[in-house]
C-alpha cells in the first residue's frame, strides 16, 4: 500500500512538472504582465509611502518573467568567453541595476493606463517562442514582441524587440565598442558607476 | 514622418523595456546579500572554478554561444555600417542633444499645458494626411499596390469625411485600413541600395547617406515644402514637429539615460529600426 502511495504521488508529481512545462509561452508571459498592469493601476499604491511596496511586488512577479543571465550573456555576445565566470556573475548582476534603475521611475513611475494586446505566439523551435503584443499608449499603438526561452520548464523571456529594434542587440553593440578598447572590468565598473548615479538622483529627489 | 516614427521607437523601447527592469530589482537585491559577505563568495567561487561546478555557478561557467549561429548573419551584415565621419556626427549629436533640451523640450511643453489634447491630436493627424503623396507613391514604387490603394482610400475618406484630415476618420471606421508608412530611404533600399554610411543632420537627426537621399527625395512630395516664402515653410515644419513632441516628451531622455554610450545606442536603434522598414 505504502509503495502504491509512493508511486501515486510520484507520477502525481511527474504529472505537475508536465503540466508546468507545457504552458505556452503566451500564457505564460500574459499572467505576470496582467499582474504587473492591475498593480499599478491599483489606486492603493498612489501614496508615495507605499511606493517601495509596489516596487517589491511587481520585483518578484518580474524576476520569474525575465532571463537575466540569458540577457546578459546575449548582450555580450563573443564577449562573454573574454569574461571569467566571476567577471560574469558580476556583469550580471551590474547590468541587471542598471535596467532596474532606468526603467522604474521613466516607465512605471510614469504609467498612464496603458493596456497590452496579446496578439499571437509563435515557435520558433520546441524552446523558443516569440510573444506579440501591443501596448496601447494614448494615442498610439505600439508593437512589442518578446523572445522567450523555455529553461528548466519555464518560459522565460531573453529579449524585447520594438518596431525591429532589439533591446538586447542595442546594448550588445554599446558594450562591444566599448570592449574594443577596454577591458572586463572597465565596463563593469563603468555599468557600476552608472547605477550609483542613478541612486544619488534618487535620492536628492527624495 | 521618418523622424516621428523613429521616436516611438524610442518610447516603446522605454515601455517594453520596464518589464526587464524589475526583474533586475529582484537580481539586484540578490547582489546585495552577496556583496555582504563578498569575501567568503571570492574565496567559495575560487574554489568552485577549480574543483568543479555548484548549480547556481554553472551557468556562468558556460561558454556556448549557440544563439549566435541561429541569428540571421544576413541581418546581422545588412546592421553593420560603418561611421567614418563619427567625429562630426559625435558633435552634431550633442548640439541635437542641446537642442532638445534648451529649445525643442521647453517649448513643447509649454505648448502642451497651453494646448488641449484633442486639438494637437488634430493637428498631428492633418500633418499625417497632408503627407499622404509621399506615402503612396513609395508604395508604388516598391510595387506594394495593396499599400498603396489602403493610402488612397485613407486619404481620400480623411480628407472629405475627416474635415481636411483634422479627423482620423478612417482610424475610426476602418481600423483595418492601416498601411506601413513608406518612405524613399526604403524603396532604395527595396532596391537594394546600402545605406552607404552614418550621418548625424543637425535638428533632423540620425540618418545615412541613403535614407538622407530619400528625405530631400520625399520633400519635393511634401505639399509643406512649395509653401512661400521659405520661411513660413519651415515655421509650419517646426510647428509639425514640436505638435509631434509634445506627445513623447521625456522618451529621449529616458533612451538616453538606460545607454551606456548614448551615440552608440541612437546609432544602432536607427540602424536597427530601418532595416526592419526596408525588410517588411
Redesign the interface.
Known sequence: MKKFLFAAVFLMVMGMINTASAVEPMEAFREPMEKILKLLGDPQYKETNTENLKRQKITIITNGLFDYTEMAKRALARNWRVFTPAQRQEFRDVFADLLENTYYNKVYGEYTNETVTYQKQHKISDVKARVETLIHRETVDIPVKYSMKLSKGVWRVYDVNIEGVSLIKNYRSQFSKILKKNKPEHLIQRLREKTAQFEKKENSEQ | MKYA?FF??V?????????????????????LS?SVQSPAQ?TE??SV?QQGLTEV?S???D?S?D??DEEDEEIEDG?RIGDPIEPWNKVMFQFNDKLYFWVLKPVARGYRAVVPHVVR?SV?NFFINLTFPARFVNSLLQAKGQNASDELGRFLFNSTVGVLGFWDAAGRFYPNLNPAPEDLGQTLGNYRIGHGFYIVWPILGPSTVRDSVGLIGDSFLNPVTYVEPTTASMGISAYDRVNGLS?RI?DY??LK?????PY??F???YI??R???V?E
Open positions: 516614427a516611438s521607437v518610447l516603446s523601447l522605454l515601455l517594453g523595456m520596464g518589464c526587464a527592469a524589475h526583474n533586475a530589482s529582484m537580481e539586484s537585491r540578490d547582489v552577496r571570492v567561487k575560487d572554478e555557478d551557468e556562468f561557467l561558454d554561444l544563439f549566435l546592421i491630436n498631428k506627445f521625456g531622455e529616458a539615460d538606460a545607454a551606456l554610450d552608440e545606442a546609432r544602432d536603434a536597427q529600426y532595416y526592419k522598414k525588410a
